[in-house]
Structure formats: C-alpha cells, structure tokens
C-alpha cells in the first residue's frame, strides 16, 4: 500500500513577482505589435477600435470577478464552465486556454526580433531567425534554473517595459505641450 503525504510548497514568488507576471500578462509585448498593426491598417480610427476594445475588456474582466465571487474554487475559466454546465464544458473551456496560452506565446520572439532590429537595422532572415532561437534558449535555460530565477527575469522585462512606455508617454505629452505653446 502506498502511503500518500502532503506535500509542502515552498513560496518562491513574491507579491511584487506575481503582480508583474499577471500585469505582464495582461499588457504583454502583444500591445505594441497589435497597436503598430492596427495603426498601419486603420490609421487614426485604431484609437476607436483600442478604446472599443478596452471597454470589452473591461466587461470579461467583471465576468470573471463575478464567476470569482460567485464560485471559490482554483481553477478560473475551468472551474466555472465546469460548475455551470458540466464536465465536457470545463474540459473544451481549459484545453482550449491552454492551447490560446501557447499559441499566444509565438509572439514574444517575433515581437523581440522587432523590436532589436529597430536598433540594429540590415539584420538579414537567418540573423532574425538565430536572434529569435537565442531568446528562446534564454527564457528557457531561466525557466528550468527555477522559479525565482523567472520570477525575477520576468520582473525586469515588466519594469522596463513599464519604465519604456512611461517615458514614451511622457516624450509625447512634452512634445504636445511644446507643439501647442508653439502654436499661440
């Protein structure tokens, strides 16, 4: 007979780790990538399409604040597909967020490779493609060093993707003030 023990778990990740993880997740590199997308495509109207966005965004958020209130269990999207209408519901609900989770992924690389070429521009095909195999091999040698390991690379890539957008924000808000005392 095997005797069953529970396990003790250790907490690796501080308040400040998992706040950035979930902000990081939320704001993601898919932001910048979508907004020059979408700005290309739609131009100025993008602006009505993000705030429109936003609200729809806002509106899943309280849906899932309610589902939170409402059923106290772990497990998110699952646990409440699974409660409100049964076993296959919650089974086809966390498979198919687990498969948008890794699939969303496939960005990052792409999304550094950007961003890096943006300064170090003339980087041929194979340069991008080896630059992207390096990012990965990086977030993957910090993954498997542990979990404080990438609770911490992940909180320097959050602040200073916090840090960039708050000082383009800023470079802009500057700008506009100086463009309108210009104008008077």
């Given amino acids: 007979m095997v005797v069953m023990t529970k396990a003790e778990l250790k907490s690796e990740l ?12 939320i704001i993601g590199a898919d932001i910048y990538v979508a907004s020059a997308f979408g700005a290309g495509l ?3 109207f993008s602006l009505v399409v993000w705030v429109l966005a936003g609200i729809i ?3 899943i958020a309280l849906c899932f604040a309610q589902c939170a ?20 519901a919650g089974f086809a609900v966390g498979w198919s967020l687990w498969l948008a989770e890794w699939m969303s992924l496939a960005v990052f690389p792409v999304a550094f490779a950007q961003y890096f070429t943006f300064f170090f521009p003339g ?8 630059l992207k195999v ?9 993954n498997i060093a542990g979990v404080k390991a990438a609770g911490r690379t992940n909180d320097v890539a959050h602040v200073s993707q916090a840090c960039s ?12 003030w100086r463009r309108q005392q210009a104008l008077r």
């Fill in 123 to 130: 980087l041929d095909w194979t340069s991008q493609v080896a």
């Fill in 165 to 176: 957008t708050d000082f383009l924000r800023c470079s802009m808000t500057v700008h506009l």
């Fill in 57 to 59: 965004a806002i509106v």
């Fill in 14 to 25: 501080t308040l400040f780790d998992v706040t950035n993880l979930v902000v990081g997740a």
């Fill in 69 to 88: 209130a409402m059923l106290s269990k772990v497990g998110g999207p699952y646990a409440c597909a699974h409660a409100a209408w049964g076993t296959f």
């Fill in 134 to 142: 390096l990012f990965v091999a990086f977030l993957m040698v910090t």
């Fill in 42 to 44: 739609l131009g100025p």
